[in-house]
């Protein structure tokens, strides 16, 4: 499996929104420069972190974008979810019908094993654990 770009711009996105947690709004250009992300690109991530309220926008002179929860409070795992419409490494792991093989396929359950450990590792992964991580190094 192989991430897009949507969840690894996406993911640093937040991670900047998280360094700058406690200062306010944050403008768009700002996190475009720092992180060397397009404007554009980047109000198009904003829209659907938005809708699922990990992003909070304040408008004026001294808006900008904010998280909407606390960085130790939002998962790498709840990014990729909304960015990438679900972690799945093949249908037949969420949607057993999707595949008429289901019941006799010898490679569903190492599948399903992979696609545990990757969700396991992305749902611990909080944007406050990734600071601290770095912070280390």
Do not use: F
Not at 11 to 20: E, V
Not at 114 to 134: F, G, Q, V
């Amino acid at each position: 499996m192989k991430l897009s770009t949507k969840s690894r711009y996406g993911t640093r996105m937040m991670l900047d929104l998280a360094k700058h947690y406690h200062e306010g709004p944050v403008q768009i250009g700002h996190i475009a420069i720092r992180e060397d992300i397009s404007v554009k690109y980047l109000e198009q991530l904003i829209i659907p972190l938005k809708k699922a309220q990990l992003i909070e926008s304040v408008r004026g002179p001294r808006g900008g974008h904010m998280l909407a929860k606390s960085p130790d409070k939002i998962t790498v795992g709840e990014i990729v979810r909304v960015l990438e419409g679900g972690i799945e490494l093949t249908r037949c792991i969420e949607n057993p019908d999707a595949c008429e093989r289901t019941g006799s396929c010898m490679t569903r359950s190492i599948w399903k094993e992979a696609a545990k450990a990757m969700h396991d590792k992305l749902n611990a992964s909080t944007l406050a654990s990734i600071l601290e991580r770095s912070n280390r190094v």
